[in-house]
């Protein structure tokens, strides 16, 4: 008989065992070794049983072992040893506190950041892939830096969906219904006792209400907002039911929760705990761009701000992070759906629908007037903006180039900071211990720990390497048994799994998500060859893959079942795996044993791709395209760079041409770099590359890394932005977005009408100096309104300045026409061609970026430029 009802009955601790609840319920367990060490030891069958998941282990456990617990004074030494531990890392001092003390300016007294998802563990399943995985090693990271963030995601009663695969090897996706109460989360509840419920208003009258539930990352909380309560609708209750599920209309739904709801939240969350309210407001892509709505609601109908300088306000304390390089990437709803929630019946007087429609239109040259564009809305709404690696910057400033039109791309106001990823989560617990041990540090805690390396024996370094990958055998026999019998075999015929993989042969790993882009079969290009790697007789190699294509993506599915098939033939089926359902457990399996990490996506379409760095924190080496985070951080020596056939338009001729380059790298560079050995059986120049992997890699690849330059380069300068505009009842608000409109209402009469020059022309030495001289008109303008520029530098043989330089030019004279005279001097420090031009910016102090407003006049044409006196 099926149950009407269901609910949850938690172990009754005894008093003496009441901290491991402490400890269950702060998630620092993910990522610290000792604290697991105690669950182990509570009851290590059950603890294996359960998935090493605290909060099932607390559940499980007889009341018989809890007993024998509380009587062990050892174990009570440990467990009360352990929970000072977190309370003292949850309090203690940190960079974060040292640095805000001796800072010029104070750094922001809260940071909210915002993600669709979050991979924290994979007890926790509210993730889907990389973005979520970067999301959850943000909050650890900001942990132990100290960092106050408060995340802001949404809770899905289904997760994303659990993988498995037909007899056909076709992807199934199930999705089992998560109790909040088995999780390691609580609700959060008013002073008075009541749940936190949190509401947004609906088109037709209707409201969506959300209750508010808390995971703690350490000293971080993480409020996930939960839209399966009694009193909403059944639509408005299924709104949260699973990750990326649904239509259009569905996700909207989610990305206003989020958004608008997630800003409620946080507030809710400030009043109740006693926190401060957040300066700075972190978007992870665009899913939670609403929440700058919110926020202009904010300032609008509590400080009575009109909706420019409320505008002004919001965005100087936002960042937006963008983390996709192809617009296909990016939510995009249609005008009309926006129009219907931000308006009729549901419209907010302070904060009209049509303004709001005008923050996501893509105003640009090629784009969609009927669509509202999710990113090109976030990027109006904050201040700063960044993509997550260096070369994704750049693609991002031309992919988004349109919104600042007269500007070079380099100029695009979006910024670069790299991902990182947090090493005590990623890092094979006896790669850590191995440093430990040998080189006497308390390895990994700071960027300068990775010296310790240095002293690692090529002995130790290679044992340890063999032992992970001999772990990863015994994982993936277990796992790929497990998947067959799902598949309908009986254990009769699988005795072949036992001789699966072998813990001696070059071990290539390949797991990520399954879209189009990253070429999950490019190794299947030429079977045959493929092949003939897989079971060379001197120098074999053996793959290990995993991945998840969408539940709506048939083309994907279509991939992983090519795989599959090629993997099911029995001529190579002990070579080459794909493992199901990979989340956080399986990649901390699978990344630690492989001796190289196989990336070939479609330069330059893969925006970070982290997993690379995770393995690099292990000593795996990188076999990958020059694409993301390797673009920048490959030297030659810490792995390959399959070569780019770039310019190549046919996509099967350039899967022909890198799969080729691929199969020639690792047959004859890759596999005879590991099987080479010396006279002490260890392949010594393969070590090599490891150490100088690590060594190199080690301090780059840093999740701590990567916050502090959030901190520094954007948080920081965003809370002062933040606070300048807040100071005096937000009185520069409202001057800045008076002084924008100004600018923006009176630009059209800007121009620069004459340019020349005199000392040095047409031909000129190092070390002259050229005089520059040129008349511009301001029309309603002041000359305190704009900043005219000399741009100068070496040119190309289209006349394009290379690597520009700038001068401020200043006003020599002014005249009653409303035009004046600037100029200025430059000396030419280097030989080559020479370019200049004048250019006319609006400058005002509280701009971030000389393009904030996307605003430029230049010359009109060369034929107005002249050497000689201007009159």
Same mark, same amino acid.
């Given at each position: 008989?099926?149950?009407?009802?269901?609910?949850?009955?938690?172990?009754?601790?005894?008093?003496?065992?009441?901290?491991?609840?402490?400890?269950?319920?702060?998630?620092?367990?993910?990522?610290?070794?000792?604290?697991?060490?105690?669950?182990?030891?509570?009851?290590?069958?059950?603890?294996?049983?359960?998935?090493?998941?605290?909060?099932?282990?607390?559940?499980? @456990?007889?009341?018989?072992?809890?007993?024998?617990?509380?009587?062990?004074?050892?174990?009570?030494?440990?467990?009360?040893?352990?929970?000072?531990?977190?309370?003292?890392?949850?309090?203690?001092?940190?960079?974060?506190?040292?640095?805000? *003390?001796?800072?010029?300016?104070?750094?922001?007294?809260?940071?909210?950041?915002?993600?669709?998802?979050?991979?924290?563990?994979? @007890?926790?399943?509210?993730?889907?892939?990389?973005?979520?995985?970067?999301?959850?090693?943000?909050?650890?990271?900001?942990?132990?830096?100290?960092?106050?963030?408060?995340?802001?995601?949404?809770?899905?009663?289904?997760?994303?969906?659990?993988?498995?695969?037909?007899?056909?090897?076709?992807?199934?996706?199930?999705?089992?219904?998560?109790?909040?109460?088995?999780?390691?989360?609580?609700?959060?509840?008013?002073?008075?006792?009541?749940?936190?419920?949190?509401?947004?208003?609906?088109? #037709?009258?209707?409201?969506?209400?959300?209750?508010?539930?808390?995971? *703690?990352?350490?000293?971080?909380?993480?409020?996930?907002?939960?839209?399966?309560?009694?009193?909403?609708?059944?639509?408005?209750?299924?709104?949260?039911?699973?990750?990326?599920?649904?239509?259009?209309?569905?996700?909207?739904?989610?990305?206003?929760?989020?958004?608008?709801?997630?800003?409620?939240?946080?507030?809710?969350?400030?009043?109740?705990?006693?926190?401060?309210?957040?300066? &700075?407001?972190?978007? +992870?892509?665009?899913?939670?761009?609403?929440?700058?709505?919110?926020?202009?609601?904010?300032?609008?109908?509590?400080?009575?701000?009109?909706?420019?300088?409320?505008?002004?306000?919001?965005?100087?304390?936002?960042?937006?992070?963008?983390?996709?390089?192809?617009?296909?990437?990016?939510?995009?709803?249609?005008?009309?759906?926006?129009?219907?929630?931000?308006?009729?019946?549901?419209?907010?007087?302070?904060?009209?629908?049509?303004?709001?429609?005008?923050?996501?239109?893509?105003?640009?040259?090629?784009?969609?007037?009927?669509?509202?564009?999710?990113?090109?809305?976030?990027?109006?709404?904050?201040?700063?903006?960044?993509?997550?690696?260096?070369?994704?910057?750049?693609?991002?400033?031309?992919?988004?180039?349109?919104?600042?039109?007269?500007?070079?791309?380099?100029?695009?106001?979006?910024?670069?900071?790299?991902?990182?990823?947090?090493?005590?989560?990623?890092?094979?617990?006896?790669?850590?211990?191995?440093?430990?041990?040998?080189?006497?540090?308390?390895?990994?805690?700071?960027?300068?720990?990775?010296?310790?390396?240095?002293?690692?024996?090529?002995?130790?370094?290679?044992?340890?390497?063999?032992?992970?990958?001999?772990?990863?055998?015994?994982?993936?026999?277990?796992?790929?048994?497990?998947?067959?019998?799902?598949?309908?075999?009986?254990?009769?015929?699988?005795?072949?799994? +036992?001789?699966?993989?072998?813990?001696? &042969?070059?071990?290539?790993?390949?797991?990520?998500?399954?879209?189009?882009?990253?070429?999950?079969?490019? $190794?299947?290009?030429?079977?045959?060859?493929?092949?003939?790697?897989?079971?060379?007789?001197?120098?074999?190699? *053996?793959?290990?893959?995993?991945?998840?294509?969408?539940?709506?993506?048939? #083309?994907?599915?279509?991939?992983?079942?090519?795989?599959?098939?090629?993997?099911?033939?029995?001529?190579?089926?002990?070579?080459?795996?794909?493992?199901?359902?990979?989340?956080?457990?399986?990649?901390?399996? $699978?990344?630690?044993?492989?001796?190289?990490?196989?990336?070939?996506?479609?330069?330059?379409?893969?925006?970070?791709?982290?997993?690379?760095?995770?393995?690099?924190?292990?000593?795996?080496?990188?076999?990958?395209?020059?694409?993301?985070?390797?673009?920048?951080?490959?030297?030659?020596?810490?792995?390959?760079?399959?070569?780019?056939?770039?310019?190549?338009?046919?996509?099967?001729?350039?899967?022909?041409?890198?799969?080729?380059?691929?199969?020639?790298?690792?047959?004859?560079?890759?596999?005879?770099?590991? =099987?080479?050995?010396?006279?002490?059986?260890?392949?010594?120049?393969?070590?090599?590359?490891?150490?100088?992997?690590?060594?190199?890699?080690?301090?780059?690849?840093?999740?701590?890394?990567?916050?502090?330059?959030?901190? +520094?380069?954007?948080?920081?300068?965003?809370?002062?932005?933040?606070?300048?505009?807040?100071?005096?009842?937000?009185?520069?608000?409202?001057?800045?977005?008076?002084?924008?409109?100004?600018?923006?209402?009176?630009?059209?009469?800007?121009?620069?009408?004459?340019?020349?020059?005199?000392?040095? !022309?047409?031909?000129?030495?190092?070390?002259?100096?050229?005089?520059?001289?040129?008349?511009?008109?301001?029309?309603?303008?002041?000359?305190?309104?704009?900043?005219?520029?000399?741009? =100068?530098?070496? !040119?190309?043989?289209?006349?394009?300045?290379?690597?520009?330089?700038?001068?401020?030019?200043?006003?020599?004279?002014?005249?009653?026409?409303?035009?004046?005279? =600037?100029?200025?001097?430059?000396?030419?420090?280097?030989?080559?061609?020479?370019? =200049?031009?004048?250019?006319?910016?609006?400058?005002?102090?509280?701009?971030?970026?000389?393009?904030?407003?996307?605003?430029?006049?230049?010359? $009109?044409?060369?034929?107005? $430029?002249?050497?000689?006196?201007?009159?």
């Amino acid at each position: 008989m099926r149950a009407i009802r269901r609910f949850t009955v938690r172990a009754a601790l005894p008093a003496e065992l009441l901290p491991l609840g402490e400890l269950a319920t702060n998630l620092r367990w993910s990522w610290h070794a000792d604290t697991r060490a105690i669950f182990a030891a509570v009851d290590p069958t059950t603890w294996d049983a359960v998935g090493q998941d605290p909060m099932k282990l607390l559940g499980a @456990v007889s009341t018989t072992r809890l007993s024998e617990l509380a009587a062990d004074t050892e174990f009570r030494a440990r467990l009360d040893a352990a929970v000072a531990d977190l309370r003292s890392y949850c309090t203690e001092e940190r960079w974060y506190q040292r640095n805000e *003390q001796a800072g010029e300016h104070p750094l922001p007294r809260a940071i909210a950041y915002f993600s669709p998802e979050f991979g924290i563990t994979a @007890v926790l399943p509210q993730y889907s892939g990389g973005l979520g995985i970067l999301a959850g090693d943000h909050l650890k990271a900001a942990s132990d830096l100290g960092v106050p963030i408060i995340g802001v995601g949404l809770l899905y009663r289904r997760g994303y969906f659990i993988q498995s695969l037909s007899r056909e090897g076709w992807q199934e996706e199930r999705y089992p219904v998560l109790d909040p109460h088995e999780l390691p989360i609580e609700a959060l509840r008013e002073a008075d006792g009541s749940l936190l419920r949190v509401r947004i208003g609906l088109p #037709g009258g209707r409201t969506l209400s959300a209750q508010v539930w808390k995971a *703690q990352v350490g000293r971080v909380p993480l409020l996930l907002l939960d839209s399966d309560v009694e009193e909403n609708g059944p639509f408005e209750r299924e709104i949260t039911d699973r990750l990326y599920g649904g239509g259009t209309e569905h996700r909207l739904h989610q990305e206003l929760l989020l958004g608008i709801g997630g800003v409620r939240a946080v507030r809710a969350y400030c009043r109740l705990s006693g926190t401060p309210d957040p300066e &700075v407001f972190h978007t +992870n892509e665009g899913h939670a761009g609403f929440l700058g709505i919110e926020r202009i609601r904010e300032y609008a109908d509590e400080d009575g701000l009109p909706f420019d300088a409320a505008l002004e306000a919001a965005r100087a304390g936002t960042v937006f992070t963008t983390h996709t390089p192809v617009p296909a990437g990016i939510d995009r709803f249609p005008r009309e759906l926006i129009a219907t929630y931000f308006g009729g019946d549901n419209a907010i007087a302070s904060v009209p629908v049509e303004r709001i429609l005008e923050l996501g239109a893509e105003t640009y040259s090629g784009g969609d007037p009927t669509v509202f564009n999710m990113a090109v809305m976030g990027l109006r709404l904050a201040q700063r903006a960044n993509g997550v690696s260096l070369l994704h910057g750049a693609v991002s400033r031309e992919m988004f180039g349109g919104l600042w039109p007269g500007f070079d791309p380099d100029e695009v106001p979006i910024t670069s900071i790299t991902n990182g990823v947090h090493a005590p989560t990623w890092t094979a617990p006896e790669a850590i211990e191995l440093a430990r041990r040998e080189a006497g540090q308390a390895f990994i805690a700071t960027a300068e720990d990775w010296g310790a390396l240095d002293d690692v024996s090529d002995r130790a370094l290679f044992d340890v390497g063999r032992l992970l990958r001999e772990r990863l055998v015994q994982s993936v026999r277990r796992r790929l048994r497990a998947q067959w019998l799902q598949r309908g075999a009986s254990e009769a015929e699988l005795g072949w799994v +036992n001789t699966v993989l072998d813990p001696d &042969v070059l071990t290539i790993g390949f797991a990520r998500r399954v879209p189009s882009y990253k070429r999950l079969t490019l $190794m299947l290009t030429d079977p045959e060859r493929l092949q003939h790697l897989l079971l060379h007789p001197e120098r074999p190699i *053996q793959l290990v893959i995993a991945g998840k294509a969408h539940p709506a993506d048939d #083309g994907g599915k279509r991939l992983i079942q090519e795989l599959v098939r090629f993997a099911d033939d029995p001529a190579v089926r002990h070579r080459i795996v794909f493992l199901t359902d990979y989340d956080m457990g399986l990649a901390a399996e $699978m990344i630690p044993g492989c001796d190289v990490w196989l990336n070939n996506p479609l330069r330059p379409l893969e925006a970070c791709g982290t997993s690379g760095m995770k393995a690099a924190l292990n000593g795996c080496l990188n076999l990958s395209v020059l694409d993301g985070w390797w673009d920048e951080w490959y030297d030659g020596a810490n792995g390959w760079a399959i070569p780019s056939a770039t310019g190549v338009d046919d996509p099967e001729r350039r899967d022909e041409l890198e799969s080729s380059a691929l199969y020639d790298l690792i047959e004859t560079s890759v596999a005879p770099r590991f =099987y080479e050995r010396d006279d002490s059986g260890l392949p010594a120049r393969w070590l090599e590359m490891v150490r100088h992997t690590i060594g190199s890699l080690g301090p780059k690849v840093l999740a701590s890394r990567m916050v502090q330059d959030y901190v +520094n380069q954007l948080y920081a300068p965003a809370a002062v932005s933040s606070r300048e505009l807040a100071d005096d009842k937000l009185s520069l608000a409202r001057e800045l977005a008076s002084w924008k409109s100004r600018v923006r209402g009176g630009w059209e009469a800007v121009r620069v009408d004459h340019v020349e020059v005199s000392g040095a !022309v047409d031909v000129a030495s190092v070390g002259d100096e050229v005089s520059v001289s040129c008349l511009v008109s301001l029309g309603s303008l002041d000359p305190a309104d704009v900043d005219v520029q000399l741009v =100068y530098g070496r !040119v190309d043989e289209s006349d394009q300045i290379l690597a520009p330089q700038t001068l401020s030019l200043t006003v020599a004279e002014q005249f009653d026409s409303g035009r004046s005279r =600037y100029e200025g001097t430059v000396a030419l420090r280097n030989s080559g061609p020479f370019g =200049y031009s004048v250019r006319v910016l609006p400058a005002h102090r509280l701009l971030a970026s000389p393009a904030e407003l996307g605003l430029v006049a230049v010359p $009109m044409a060369p034929a107005g $430029m002249t050497d000689g006196p201007v009159r």
